[in-house]
């Protein structure tokens, strides 16, 4: 007795969340370190009708991108930006221990990419 396994058909795909504003806690924030410098791979917990369901944002670390850590941040009332830190690891550190349990609002649009439509989080405020 045996099965057939075919590899030419795709698996499970997930449904795309509805483009537009989302209940979500964030539940996880994770230094990673890319061929781009170092971000923060933060993952949402949709709450809600949604129950189940997750979503990413990649915050870069680099100079040129602090200013959307910054927008965030402020945006949760976690920071004003005047905050001065000893190290890069200390900004670092402070970011995700103050995004990690937060509930939040996230804006949700779809982006397409080599014929694949994806979640992209556009915006992260105070919940709604």
């Known amino acids: 007795m045996g099965f057939n396994m075919d590899y030419d058909q ?3 795909v997930m449904e795309l969340l509805d483009a537009g504003v989302h209940q979500a806690t964030v539940f996880s924030t994770e230094p990673v370190v890319g061929a781009a410098g170092t971000y923060l791979k933060v993952r949402f917990a949709i709450t ?3 129950l189940n369901r997750q979503a990413w944002l990649n915050l870069s670390l680099s ?3 602090l200013w959307r850590v910054a927008q965030i941040m ?3 009332n976690l920071g004003d930006g005047g ?3 000893k ?3 200390a900004f670092e550190t402070a970011v995700r221990e103050r995004l990690d349990g937060q509930a939040v609002s996230i804006t949700i649009y779809h982006e397409d990419f080599e014929g694949t439509t994806y979640d992209r989080v556009g915006k992260v405020t105070t919940p709604a």
């Open 87 to 89: 190290s890069r690891k």
């Open 48 to 50: 809600g009708d949604k």
């Open 10 to 12: 795709s698996g499970p």
């Open 74 to 76: 402020r945006d949760l």
């Open 83 to 85: 905050e001065e830190f």
């Open 63 to 65: 100079n040129a991108s």
